[in-house]
């Protein structure tokens, strides 16, 4: 068997490479489909998808080929895919501008159909090279874990590698590759990590040329263990998307919001991972119990961990924007490690455990993680669409963690029932974790209100609270003061208010032009620029992400549905960006009325060069 530096560095580039591919995607994606929870969710599920099917397919192979032969192929193959589909991405806009139609009506808001659409089209482009990708964990286990009583560890250990490898990728893309070098020449460095451990992988198999021993028989009994690897991807996943709109509250932006979530998720697993690699030499099925029963109480706990870090940070600048400067991030990336870190490590020990215990069943490592990976990615993929579809808007970001909690919860205790009796301290320490999670569940289950409620009383001590709505895209919430109006937040965040500042965006674009006609808002707010468009010019069509923030228009502005109701009136639920991509109609003028960049990161593409490029075709000359 090879020594350990080679499957490491192996499974290390293979999982960088594989989440180079997808933060480089996803950005030339959003390009095409917007960045509507609706639209990246799809995305997502797409990419995902791929994966499981690439881990299905390699459990079951049974083509005796020397299986890391076969690795290398993929990952050569994955490469040259990449290629392919980024050059398909890369003319996929103008492609899109040619078939995407806005349509007509006064209120239009895409629906589940349009989700689908995205969602077909993001698996034709991206399921073959995720596939390949899919399918390389599985094979470089069976490759180097094979059979027998170490077969467990060395599962642990790739395992642990490979996300470690994916949490390099997300930082290496995230923040580094894509401001500096640009889409194209990152997936550039995604290709050139594909290409170096598939050569890497072939010498390894020319020069101690190899097949894999004859497995055992399986004795069956699989299902149980699918079945819970499905429900941590799908808990897992539900946890990600609640997490990050919780943490948009301390971050005070939703791109370093998720991609703060995300890298202390995957590290978290690669450190669980790696952690229950040296226990896995008898299987442990046992722990499975313990390890679900403490994960759903490390995320009730993170509720309570937000809440408490959440109402430390009371400066009435988290308001607005709680990142004055790098030193800023330190401290709140600390508090987000503290909120994501433990419910992470836990979920990472559990992958390995289940793949531990299938190996019992399957005879064969690469066939008991290769099935053990394709249900818990298609966990995740149902994660990501229950998640953004309805979980986080029916129930809110502290009730899906709540959810995703019990469902933990609910698989340790029917592993509890149907294994082995614990021993009296274990039981006991598992009761206590069932008590905790119960407890943190139930202090946490309004904690983004109680943060937003204890700021906006440092704005002024009358202020009042006025409803609060679980949207898709936000967490909307509602204030009025006595002396400074009434104020709408998004995720903890102020956006708008019932100040004269919206109508100037209106009237000061109308002395530059002669008798302008027709305007576009894109942000509705409360509705200031689009109420002043439509008294100014008649005509009016506003662009709005947040289906929820038009339709609670109306505490602010008692008359909103009057002037929604106007014949020169449209309002459209969608990405700013896509409406413009999308529209065959022209403009006098278009204002953009959101918070700049340094208040609201997450609408920075609509302050690009590229996208005011976009919008000047769209103004009529």
Not at 237 to 242: D, E
Not at 302 to 322: C, I, K, M, N, V
Not at 529 to 550: N, P
Request: charged share 15%.
């Amino acid at each position: 068997m090879p020594r350990l530096p080679l499957p490491f560095l192996l499974m290390l580039l293979s999982g960088a490479g594989a989440l180079v591919y997808e933060v480089a995607w996803m950005r030339m994606l959003v390009r095409v489909f917007g960045v509507t929870l609706h639209a990246t969710s799809a995305v997502a599920a797409a990419f995902l998808g791929g994966m499981a099917l690439g881990s299905w397919l390699a459990a079951k192979d049974k083509s005796g080929r020397d299986p890391l032969r076969l690795y290398a192929y993929l990952e050569v193959g994955a490469a040259a895919s990449a290629a392919v589909v980024t050059v398909v991405l890369r003319f996929m806009p103008a492609w899109a501008a040619s078939w995407v139609s806005v349509p007509a009506g006064t209120w239009n808001e895409p629906g589940w159909t349009d989700a689908a659409v995205r969602l077909a089209a993001s698996a034709s482009v991206l399921l073959l090279p995720t596939a390949l990708l899919g399918a390389t964990t599985p094979l470089l286990t069976r490759a180097f874990a094979r059979t027998g009583d170490e077969a467990g560890g060395w599962m642990g250990r790739l395992y642990g590698a490979n996300t470690l490898g994916a949490v390099l990728g997300v930082l290496f893309a995230g923040f580094f590759s894509l401001g500096f070098f640009g889409e194209q020449a990152t997936v550039l460095c995604g290709m050139l990590m594909s290409l170096t451990a598939g050569l890497l992988a072939l010498r390894a198999a020319e020069r101690a040329p190899s097949s894999p021993p004859a497995a055992p028989a399986a004795s069956g009994g699989t299902a149980p263990f699918l079945g819970l690897a499905f429900a941590a991807g799908l808990s897992g996943l539900a946890l990600q998307a609640a997490w990050t709109k919780l943490l948009i509250m301390l971050l005070g932006s939703s791109v370093y919001s998720f991609s703060a979530t995300l890298g202390i998720q995957l590290l978290g697993t690669a450190l669980g991972g790696l952690w229950v690699s040296r226990r896995l030499s008898e299987g442990g099925p046992a722990r499975l119990a313990g390890l679900f029963i403490f994960q759903a109480a490390a995320a009730a706990a993170s509720l309570e961990a937000f809440r408490q870090f959440g109402l430390a940070a009371s400066d009435r600048r988290f308001l607005y924007s709680p990142l004055g400067g790098p030193a800023d991030f330190i401290p709140l990336a600390a508090a987000a490690a503290v909120i994501v870190l433990p419910a992470s490590f836990l979920s990472g020990a559990l992958l390995p455990t289940l793949a531990r215990a299938a190996l019992d069943t399957e005879g064969e490592s690469g066939r008991g993680m290769g099935l053990v990976l394709a249900a818990n990615t298609a966990g995740c993929v149902v994660g990501v669409l229950a998640a953004g579809f309805w979980l986080v808007p029916g129930v809110g970001p502290e009730g899906a963690v709540m959810a995703a909690a019990g469902l933990a919860l609910a698989c340790g205790l029917w592993r509890l029932a149907s294994g082995p009796r614990p021993a009296a301290r274990a039981a006991a320490a598992y009761g206590l974790a069932v008590v905790l999670a119960g407890g943190m569940a139930f202090r946490g289950r309004d904690a983004a209100v109680d943060v937003v409620v204890n700021r906006m009383e440092k704005v002024e001590a009358g202020a009042k609270f006025l409803f609060r709505t679980d949207d898709h895209e936000a967490v909307l919430t509602g204030f009025s003061t006595p002396t400074y109006g009434s104020f709408l937040l998004l995720n903890g965040i102020v956006v708008s208010g019932t100040g004269p500042v919206g109508k100037l965006l209106v009237h000061l674009p109308a002395l530059l032009r002669r008798a302008p006609k027709r305007a576009l808002v894109i942000c509705f707010g409360v509705g200031n620029t689009f109420r002043a468009a439509l008294d100014e010019l008649g005509t009016a069509d506003a662009v709005e992400l947040v289906g929820s923030v038009v339709r609670s228009g109306h505490r602010f502005h008692p008359d909103i549905p009057d002037y929604i109701a106007r014949p020169g009136a449209r309002v459209f639920i969608d990405d700013g960006r896509r409406h413009v991509l999308a529209s065959k109609e022209f403009y006098d003028q278009i204002m953009v009325d959101t918070s700049p960049p340094l208040f609201s990161a997450g609408a920075v593409n609509l302050y690009s060069r590229e996208f005011l490029e976009l919008v000047k075709k769209q103004v009529e000359a």
